[in-house]
């Protein structure tokens, strides 16, 4: 930044082409000598008249860097002070092999991932991490500020990468324990699953006790259309066939969860629903951050005095030796 820390001051410029046509504008009247001989008068001084101007135009500058450096010219540093702590959020994602289903495009696990590293990419100022389940559940991200490692994991996760199955309890278990220790006023769970936990020694109303009595609030997401999806399987020939299965959401306890812990269920039926649904939890889940500004100003006037200076001294120097004048 930069600024004057007296620009008032610089009003003064305006005098120093008012002095220069008062001094100069009207001309100089010739001065006038008697000499026996012209020889002496030839070899000093000289220039033509573009050197004549040479001088006031030297002490000009001196005098506006002189004004400017009156003015104070600051170059200043801001730095600002987060005074307000941010959310912790985890999202746990289902990665069982029926998020392969392809009522989502291009199917369901594929357009999770997306959205919910979009939903990454707009935080400011909270802390995000990842858990993934299938039969078991683990944490893939742990909660960090480094956006860009946590989109980069959320981008690895696969169908295949934990034994199969549906450990909804244990996926909620998993983020729960990541948030048990956070200092932060808001944390929050987003969950989302395409089934009905069979998997996991917690169930799903055992870990939502859990969170609620940390203060949790989870937000849970049903993924996949309403009556039956298509999903890829291997045809016993090196190829894939699709096979119609129904779509069995536990919606009665992913609400239940969300009731227990003051949170939501959504259901999201095609790719553009679960973009609407991550953009209402995003606007829900915002927190007004409170910043303070703080500059730091450096004087910058001997920059424009040492110019000054120096045309103070070029101009007396020109005067007394190559543009002087005879009286």
Do not use: H
């Amino acid at each position: 930044m930069f600024r004057f820390e007296d620009p008032a001051v610089l009003g003064l410029l305006l005098l120093v082409p008012a002095l220069l046509w008062a001094r100069y504008g009207r001309g100089t009247p010739a001065a006038a000598i008697r000499y026996s001989g012209v020889s002496d008068v030839v070899a000093s001084g000289g220039g033509g008249r573009w050197a004549t101007m040479v001088p006031p135009v030297l002490r000009a500058l001196a005098l506006a860097a002189l004004i400017v450096a009156l003015a104070r010219p600051q170059t200043g540093i801001t730095t600002e002070n987060v005074l307000t702590e941010g959310i912790d959020i985890v999202m746990v994602l289902d990665v069982s092999s029926s998020m392969l289903a392809e009522d989502l495009q291009p199917n369901r696990l594929e357009a999770s991932k997306a959205v919910a590293a979009d939903f990454v990419a707009g935080r400011r100022n909270d802390r995000i991490g990842m858990v993934a389940f299938a039969g078991q559940a683990f944490t893939q991200a742990p909660l960090t500020f480094d956006y860009g490692v946590v989109e980069s994991l959320v981008g690895e996760l696969d169908v295949g990468m934990i034994e199969d199955g549906t450990a909804v309890g244990m996926g909620l278990a998993t983020a729960v324990k990541r948030l048990q220790s956070s200092p932060a006023e808001s944390k929050v769970v987003v969950l989302l699953t395409d089934g009905r936990s069979n998997r996991g020694e917690i169930g799903p109303v055992t870990a939502a006790q859990m969170a609620q009595a940390l203060g949790v609030r989870v937000y849970t997401i049903g993924a996949g259309s309403r009556g039956t999806a298509p999903i890829p399987v291997p045809d016993g020939f090196g190829g894939t066939r699709y096979v119609n299965v129904e779509v069995d959401i536990d919606e009665e306890t992913l609400q239940q969860v969300a009731e227990l812990t003051g949170g939501q269920y959504f259901r999201a039926t095609d790719t553009e629903s679960l973009q609407a649904i991550y953009a209402e939890i995003d606007e829900l889940e915002r927190t007004e951050v409170e910043v303070e500004n703080f500059t730091q100003y450096g004087e910058e006037f001997p920059v424009p005095l040492i110019f000054g200076f120096l045309f103070l001294m070029a101009e007396l120097g020109l005067s007394q030796t190559v543009l002087r004048k005879l009286p």
